[in-house]
């Protein structure tokens, strides 16, 4: 059974647009975190399934661009090693957003997607440990993700 937003009947575009509290902490033993995203997918006027990432909150006082793109939390990952610090990112993040481009006539879902600092890639530990002279198209290095389950929206009627 689908989770469904609790919003009263639209009656107009100026319905009541949903509000997500989002908190995340870095596990103990894990890597800071860079930023939290909400996923919003929806269907458009012609029943064709669309997609939009938000940035929600971000670590390191960046700023997005005029594109609205966050810039790269930094890379603290050494690869001879292999290891990384946790001098970059943040222990926790957390925000309330409010969806800017609600639309209370579209079925939508949302999902909260939380990323971490770069950190090795066991590709990494491996080429360490084996002594392996990886190809240059092998990733060393990855960004690790958590996501919640979805909020789905359903308009009435």
């Avoid at 009263?8 to 902490?25: G, Q």
Wanted: hydrophobic share 35%; glycine share 6%; charged share 25%.
């Amino acid at each position: 059974m689908r989770p469904k937003m609790n919003l009263t009947k639209p009656r107009s575009k100026e319905a009541v647009a949903p509000s997500f509290l989002v908190y995340a902490l870095r596990d103990t033993m894990g890597a800071n975190l860079d930023r939290v995203q909400i996923v919003k997918g929806w269907l458009d006027a012609n029943q064709n399934p669309q997609e939009k990432v938000y940035d929600v909150a971000w670590s390191g006082g960046r700023e997005p661009d005029s594109n609205g793109k966050l810039p790269p939390v930094g890379d603290t990952v050494d690869l001879t090693i292999p290891s990384w610090t946790n001098t970059i990112g943040a222990s926790e993040l957390g925000t309330v957003w409010i969806d800017p481009d609600f639309d209370p006539f579209l079925r939508a879902f949302y999902y909260a997607r939380v990323i971490e600092i770069p950190t090795p890639r066991w590709t990494a530990y491996d080429r360490v440990k084996f002594i392996l002279d990886l190809p240059p198209e092998i990733p060393l290095k990855t960004q690790e993700r958590a996501y919640t389950s979805p909020i789905w929206y359903t308009p009435n009627g």
